[in-house]
């Protein structure tokens, strides 16, 4: 216990540990969603409309009279579902590019990144927007949007570590060996170009739940009556003032997730990376 | 050939090839709507004449191969010829665009400037004291600014001093009854309709801007020649306000024209919650109008400012940095 109370301890693990309380605490909220909600989501309460926060509904009820609590306990697994699916389209997306391009170089290192320039040159939350339109806003169209818009950070992460790896003598020994591109690529230079893309995924959930939650706020996200904290926001904000809680407690859900995220991410650089520290 | 011109018709050259790239991707994202793009607008709107239709088609030449389609259309596009809106007036894309450009730019580059403002002498401080209070709360508000959603801190913004203590007006550009106004009135009504939006706008990059410049400097401060410039007995605020900043500062170039894409994504968010007649409500009226040569427009808009941006800001760099200047970089 005397090591929990050196300011030492703290400087060093205070992110870690926080960001991971947050993490884990919320992950657990969404999990257990089911039994620990108070009240249905989507049930329809004409006796308790715009209700403040109470015994009875601790962070109050919407204009449908649902229990705050309970729609933000479900919008909890929609924000992480979708973090996870979109972190884990673009990370594969990202993996996959960036492996190929630092692993076989010349033209095909060229083509590869210069479509991640022209991917970055685009106001991404616009193209992501465009595509919404386009398509129809579901939540799987969301997650797909959101992976194929933000795997450019992991392309080139990968690509060069695959550059550096691709020269060292264990990739020389597997080639000796008779190994081919896609073993070499996939057994011998994945593995050892994993722990920056870890961080990459980390800090890109926190990323892609803002977007989710930015696309539900438009209306464009996750539809209604499938709670989501950014629509639930939507549909505080026609009624901002006479019902504020509505307003307020998605929002610091969102918040407070996302520096959980964004805290757990930056301490896994320092702990990967002692280079990074500055 | 002078390095500089070299630079610059390289940088041309380069700029083409991203237009290429941002066409065929745009191009690509018409082509992904199921069936044809021009179904939900007329056989699905009752309101849209055969007559629009046929332009429509007309426009994507969809009876064509794909190959002639998108060089027609970058044709089209050259000549900033984007068709006409498909819902509400029909008027030209271009002239509606135009009309909502300069608030959107203004905004944008207001705060800009209060961004670089606030942060670089945050960044500054931060880095003298690297691990001290201010630095550490300065980390702190950093992390805060990166996880804050920019639709919810207007929000707040909004309940506090709209509602709670109405000092401010909730949302648009002008009051009622702005016309009758004085010069000083309308100023006065303009600016109080835009200090929210502009907050929040700022509040967006200060985080990210202020982390950057605080690393840009420490990175700087470790150079020999700021070693040098001490032991030769110059005082401390001397080295960091002539000889460290200036070098600190040069990356901040490259991150303002990096920055671009997010600015005018965050637009669409904070013009649509202000109800402020900009580019992003327009381009956010387009998407949920499914208004396609609205949409198609803004987008190939929006990253043609944001190639404008990195041009700039590699021009600037070039013309800060004399290592580039003289073309001696990195030999």
Same mark, same amino acid.
């Given at each position: 216990?005397?090591?929990?109370?050196?300011?030492?301890?703290?400087?060093?693990?205070?992110?870690?540990?926080?960001?991971?309380?947050?993490?884990?605490? $919320?992950?657990?909220?969404?999990? @257990?969603?089911?039994?620990?909600?108070?009240?249905?989501?989507?049930?329809?309460?004409? %006796?308790?409309?715009?209700?403040?926060?109470?015994?009875?509904?601790?962070?109050?009820? *919407?204009?449908?009279?649902? *229990?705050?609590?309970?729609?933000?306990?479900?919008? @909890?697994?929609?924000?992480?579902?979708?973090?996870?699916?979109?972190?884990?389209?673009? #990370?594969? =997306?990202?993996?996959?590019?960036?492996?190929?391009?630092?692993?076989?170089?010349? +033209?095909? %290192?060229?083509? !590869?990144?210069?479509?991640?320039?022209?991917? /970055?040159?685009?106001?991404?939350?616009?193209? =992501?927007?465009?595509?919404? @339109?386009?398509?129809?806003?579901?939540?799987?169209?969301?997650?797909?949007?959101?992976?194929?818009?933000?795997?450019?950070?992991?392309?080139?992460?990968?690509?060069?570590?695959?550059?550096?790896?691709?020269?060292?003598?264990?990739?020389?020994?597997?080639? #000796?060996?008779?190994?081919?591109?896609?073993?070499? !690529?996939?057994?011998? !230079?994945?593995?050892?170009?994993?722990?920056?893309?870890?961080?990459?995924?980390?800090?890109?959930?926190?990323?892609?739940? +803002?977007?989710?939650?930015?696309?539900?706020?438009?209306?464009?996200?996750?539809?209604?009556?499938?709670?989501?904290?950014?629509?639930?926001?939507?549909?505080?904000? *026609?009624? +901002?003032?006479?019902?504020?809680?509505?307003?307020?407690?998605?929002?610091?859900?969102?918040?407070?997730?996302?520096?959980?995220?964004?805290?757990?991410?930056?301490?896994?650089?320092?702990?990967?990376?002692?280079?990074?520290?500055? | 050939?002078?390095?500089?011109?070299?630079?610059?018709?390289?940088?041309?050259?380069? =700029?083409?090839?991203?237009?290429?790239?941002?066409?065929?991707?745009?191009?690509?994202?018409?082509?992904?709507?199921?069936?044809?793009?021009?179904?939900?607008?007329?056989?699905?709107?009752?309101?849209?004449?055969?007559?629009?239709?046929?332009?429509?088609?007309?426009?994507?030449?969809? %009876?064509?191969?794909?190959?002639?389609?998108?060089?027609?259309?970058?044709?089209?596009?050259?000549?900033?010829?984007?068709?006409?809106?498909?819902?509400?007036?029909?008027?030209?894309?271009?002239?509606?665009?135009?009309?909502? /450009?300069?608030?959107?730019?203004?905004?944008?580059?207001?705060?800009?400037?209060?961004?670089?403002?606030?942060?670089?002498?945050?960044?500054?401080?931060?880095?003298?004291?690297?691990?001290?209070?201010?630095?550490?709360?300065?980390?702190?508000?950093?992390?805060?600014?990166?996880?804050?959603?920019?639709?919810?801190?207007?929000?707040?913004? $909004?309940?506090?001093?709209?509602?709670?203590?109405?000092?401010?007006?909730?949302?648009?550009?002008?009051?009622?009854?702005?016309?009758?106004?004085?010069?000083?009135?309308?100023?006065?009504?303009?600016?109080?309709?835009?200090?929210?939006?502009?907050?929040?706008?700022?509040?967006?990059?200060?985080?990210?801007?202020?982390?950057?410049?605080?690393?840009?400097?420490?990175?700087?401060?470790?150079? %020999?020649? =700021?070693?040098?410039?001490?032991?030769?007995?110059?005082?401390?605020?001397?080295?960091?306000?002539?000889?460290?900043?200036?070098?600190?500062?040069?990356?901040?170039?490259?991150?303002?024209?990096?920055?671009?894409?997010? +600015?005018?994504?965050?637009?669409?968010?904070?013009?649509? !919650?202000? @109800?402020?007649?900009?580019?992003?409500?327009?381009?956010?009226?387009?998407?949920?109008?499914?208004?396609?040569?609205?949409?198609?427009?803004?987008?190939?808009?929006?990253?043609?400012?944001?190639?404008?941006?990195?041009?700039?800001?590699?021009?600037?760099?070039?013309?800060?940095?004399?290592?580039?200047?003289?073309?001696?970089?990195?030999?």
């Amino acid at each position: 216990m005397t090591l929990l109370g050196t300011r030492r301890f703290w400087s060093r693990n205070g992110m870690l540990l926080t960001g991971g309380l947050i993490v884990g605490f $919320m992950s657990l909220a969404a999990l @257990a969603a089911y039994w620990i909600a108070p009240f249905d989501p989507t049930t329809l309460n004409m %006796d308790s409309i715009l209700k403040a926060p109470s015994m009875a509904h601790p962070l109050g009820t *919407d204009a449908l009279g649902r *229990d705050v609590l309970s729609r933000m306990l479900f919008g @909890a697994r929609v924000s992480l579902w979708v973090g996870f699916v979109a972190v884990g389209i673009s #990370v594969s =997306i990202g993996l996959f590019l960036g492996l190929v391009a630092g692993y076989f170089g010349g +033209l095909v %290192d060229e083509i !590869i990144m210069r479509g991640v320039d022209v991917m /970055l040159c685009f106001p991404s939350f616009f193209l =992501i927007l465009a595509v919404i @339109a386009f398509l129809e806003p579901s939540l799987s169209n969301i997650m797909v949007v959101i992976g194929a818009t933000s795997w450019m950070g992991v392309a080139r992460l990968v690509r060069a570590e695959a550059l550096t790896l691709r020269g060292r003598d264990f990739v020389l020994a597997a080639k #000796v060996a008779g190994a081919g591109p896609a073993r070499i !690529i996939f057994v011998h !230079i994945l593995p050892n170009a994993i722990a920056p893309v870890l961080v990459s995924a980390t800090l890109g959930v926190a990323g892609a739940i +803002l977007v989710e939650s930015s696309l539900s706020f438009l209306g464009l996200g996750v539809q209604p009556p499938m709670p989501s904290w950014g629509n639930m926001l939507m549909e505080g904000k *026609d009624v +901002l003032t006479f019902a504020p809680w509505l307003s307020f407690y998605p929002g610091l859900a969102i918040l407070i997730t996302v520096l959980g995220y964004n805290l757990l991410g930056e301490a896994l650089r320092d702990l990967l990376d002692p280079r990074m520290r500055d | 050939m002078p390095a500089l011109a070299r630079r610059i018709i390289a940088k041309a050259l380069w =700029i083409c090839a991203i237009f290429i790239g941002i066409t065929v991707i745009s191009f690509t994202v018409i082509h992904l709507a199921p069936g044809s793009p021009t179904d939900l607008q007329t056989t699905m709107n009752p309101e849209a004449s055969s007559d629009a239709r046929a332009r429509l088609e007309a426009l994507y030449g969809l %009876d064509k191969p794909l190959h002639v389609q998108y060089v027609s259309w970058l044709s089209r596009m050259v000549r900033f010829d984007f068709g006409r809106s498909m819902s509400g007036d029909h008027r030209p894309v271009w002239d509606k665009i135009l009309e909502r /450009l300069p608030l959107t730019f203004g905004m944008n580059v207001a705060s800009l400037i209060l961004t670089l403002a606030i942060t670089i002498p945050l960044g500054i401080a931060s880095a003298y004291w690297q691990g001290r209070v201010f630095d550490r709360a300065a980390t702190i508000f950093v992390f805060i600014g990166f996880a804050m959603p920019g639709f919810w801190l207007a929000l707040l913004l $909004m309940y506090a001093f709209c509602i709670q203590w109405p000092l401010l007006p909730i949302s648009g550009l002008t009051s009622l009854g702005f016309d009758q106004l004085s010069f000083t009135g309308k100023l006065w009504d303009l600016t109080s309709h835009l200090i929210l939006p502009l907050f929040v706008y700022t509040f967006g990059s200060l985080a990210g801007m202020s982390r950057f410049m605080r690393t840009s400097m420490l990175e700087v401060l470790r150079q %020999d020649y =700021i070693l040098t410039a001490r032991a030769k007995g110059l005082p401390l605020s001397t080295v960091i306000f002539k000889h460290a900043l200036r070098n600190a500062l040069l990356p901040v170039i490259t991150i303002l024209g990096l920055s671009i894409p997010a +600015l005018i994504g965050g637009s669409v968010i904070i013009e649509s !919650i202000f @109800a402020l007649p900009g580019l992003g409500q327009l381009f956010y009226q387009g998407v949920m109008a499914r208004d396609y040569p609205l949409i198609m427009g803004n987008l190939v808009l929006g990253a043609l400012l944001t190639l404008a941006g990195n041009l700039l800001a590699d021009l600037a760099y070039g013309l800060a940095d004399p290592r580039i200047r003289s073309g001696r970089n990195g030999q």
